[in-house]
């Protein structure tokens, strides 16, 4: 993406989009990082070519997963963070820690992929000097520096909850190497200029900004909240449901519900849970694309769901056995037969009941969040793509009895481009100035309970 910011300009350029999903490989599975990586160095050339006023580049991405190297060499293509070997770290770690003790430290919610869990089965480790979060090992091989952004690197479950800094004797606790954990830089750190040689080819010699490279911490920074008692749900694969404090919220309550503590820009706290989103939906269509051999409208299917009267049936959105790929609708059916729930018989009533299972798990999510904050919540902002399924946003406010403001749709790439522009003195210093400019940019469609 292109950003062009101003005193009330935000707007934004697609200039590439490309595949990047998991590849099964003889010891599990991973990125094709490669691939990925041989995109990005495309799509700045690209980029520069179409605006050679560009200033800045800004990396984010999803959390928890790593790159490994040795004397400045990928070890591996990185592990994906839905391989089953995380499950084995789980129990690893947890004979060592027990999560009630791990809560304190880290502040996060329990998911067998947190990296501290994959770091403790990877047998590469001891072989490596520098790991580094995807959006650092990005900006490494751009720039030749090894930093942690201190965003993402509090989704490993290796940073302290209050002191922002590496814990060190978590680390030493665990036999993971924390001379393998590079220096930690705040957003809107400058982390280096291109190398030469990439500055030759991409087109231009441009300095990468660390923006909150945890792609929900850059869509947290965009969204446009509407007074300090709006919830967020930052929705695409997963809907991450919470508010946002100042200050830990380190109870028993807490981490029972399995709310987390994610750094957010300037220090916030994303005080969220995970909460399975549209990958439900998304493995559904994919499954039912393939028994087609053709490709499924979308927005076609939702209008047809939208239209399903009488008792919708009801599943539990973050059943653990839906997190993996695979045949989603026999998955789903079995979630709903073993609850005693009837299987809906059309592929438009299955997809309500997606839907509306998606929308209960928000309501739910957003009621416990009010709960363990001491919030009373006025108001639901919905960002990303799930802000365009308006049979989505509809049914969160119908559940959860609060209006819903939908949008902006490319939160994550808003919040990246105004960090790096606030850092480069082209847009507002505080959050809420920023969030402003959204607003004013990007006005949300309202969706009231009904």
């Not at 350029?13 to 590849?23: A, I, M, S, Y």
Request: aromatic share 6%.
């Amino acid at each position: 993406m292109i950003g062009r910011v101003g005193p009330d300009t935000l707007d934004l350029e697609l200039v590439t989009r490309f595949p990047n999903g998991p590849v099964e490989l003889e010891d599990g599975l991973h990125w094709d990082f490669d691939a990925l990586y041989g995109h990005i160095i495309v799509g700045l050339a690209e980029a520069v070519r179409r605006e050679p006023a560009i200033e800045s580049i800004g990396i984010d991405s999803w959390a928890v997963d790593y790159g490994l190297l040795r004397d400045g060499e990928l070890l591996a293509q990185p592990f994906h963070y839905r391989d089953d070997r995380t499950e084995r770290g789980v129990a690893k770690v947890h004979e060592i820690t027990p999560f009630a003790e791990l809560y304190q430290r880290n502040g996060l919610q329990f998911l067998p992929f947190n990296t501290l869990y994959q770091y403790r089965v990877d047998e590469r480790l001891a072989d490596a000097d520098t790991s580094l979060l995807i959006p650092d090992l990005i900006a490494y091989l751009l720039t030749g520096i090894s930093v942690a952004e201190r965003t993402n690197a509090s989704t490993t479950g290796l940073l302290g909850v209050r002191s922002g800094e590496w814990d060190a004797e978590l680390a030493d606790r665990l036999e993971i190497p924390s001379t393998a954990l590079p220096a930690l830089v705040d957003p809107g750190s400058v982390i280096g200029m291109l190398r030469p040689e990439l500055a030759a080819r991409i087109g231009k010699d441009l300095p990468i900004i660390a923006v909150g490279s945890h792609d929900t911490a850059s869509a947290v920074v965009a969204v446009p909240l509407s007074s300090p008692n709006s919830a967020y749900i930052s929705c695409g694969t997963w809907g991450l449901v919470g508010v946002e404090l100042t200050e830990p919220v380190l109870t028993d309550a807490a981490r029972e519900a399995n709310f987390t503590h994610e750094l957010g820009v300037d220090g916030r706290y994303r005080f969220l849970h995970n909460v399975t989103g549209l990958w439900l939906l998304s493995e559904t269509v994919r499954t039912w694309e393939s028994e087609d051999g053709a490709v499924i409208d979308l927005p076609e299917l939702l209008d047809a769901a939208s239209t399903v009267t009488g008792d919708i049936a009801l599943f539990d959105a973050n059943d653990a056995s839906l997190s993996a790929p695979g045949d989603m609708p026999a998955r789903i059916a079995a979630v709903l037969r073993a609850d005693g729930a009837e299987v809906p018989d059309s592929r438009a009533a299955f997809a309500r009941t997606i839907v509306e299972s998606i929308a209960v798990a928000f309501a739910t999510a957003v009621q416990t969040a009010a709960d363990l904050s001491g919030r009373r919540l006025d108001s639901i902002h919905l960002v990303g793509g799930g802000s365009l399924n308006r049979l989505l946003c509809q049914a969160t406010a119908d559940r959860s009895g609060l209006p819903v403001l939908a949008g902006p749709v490319e939160a994550t790439a808003l919040g990246n481009v105004l960090v790096q522009a606030r850092a480069l003195g082209a847009a507002p210093a505080t959050l809420e100035e920023l969030r402003a400019l959204v607003a004013r940019t990007h006005g949300p469609v309202r969706f009231d309970p009904r």
